[in-house]
């Protein structure tokens, strides 16, 4: 069972960068699909973006796309989370997730989650 846990969340001002990073215990991790969802506060749980297992994929929402990068090294069980442009719109917790299926938004199709970073931008 993987554990997986975020980290670099924080404080930034709008138009800022952060980079979230996301540690995998398990050694398959290289077989898992990874994605990065977030919650905002009184808002459900939405799906930020997702990258297949060879990297060779991503896949985007459409609030983030063009400002927010999704990564991986396999060699280190990590994933990242670039974001750039942020967005008072942007705060949120942050969280990862693995999935064994298909690349995909579907929150359902994720089995492990981690415990979440806090993201705040300021206006």
């Known amino acids: 069972q993987v554990q997986l846990v975020e980290s670099g969340g924080g404080l930034v001002q709008a138009g800022g960068s952060l980079r979230l990073s996301c540690a995998a215990s398990d050694r398959t991790f290289t077989s898992y699909v990874m994605g990065w969802f977030r919650q905002a506060p009184g808002k459900e749980r939405e799906f930020v973006a997702a990258i297949s297992w060879s990297a060779g994929s991503t896949y985007y929402a459409d609030s983030v796309k063009g400002r927010f990068t999704i990564s991986r090294d396999n060699a280190k069980n990590t994933v990242y989370l670039q974001m750039n442009g942020l967005k008072p719109e942007d705060t949120a917790v942050y969280y990862c997730?693995?999935?064994?299926?298909?690349?995909?938004?579907?929150?359902?199709?994720?089995?492990?989650w981690g415990q979440g970073t806090q993201v705040t931008v300021s206006s």
């Open positions: 997730a693995a999935s064994s299926w298909f690349l995909s938004g579907k929150m359902s199709e994720y089995g492990y």
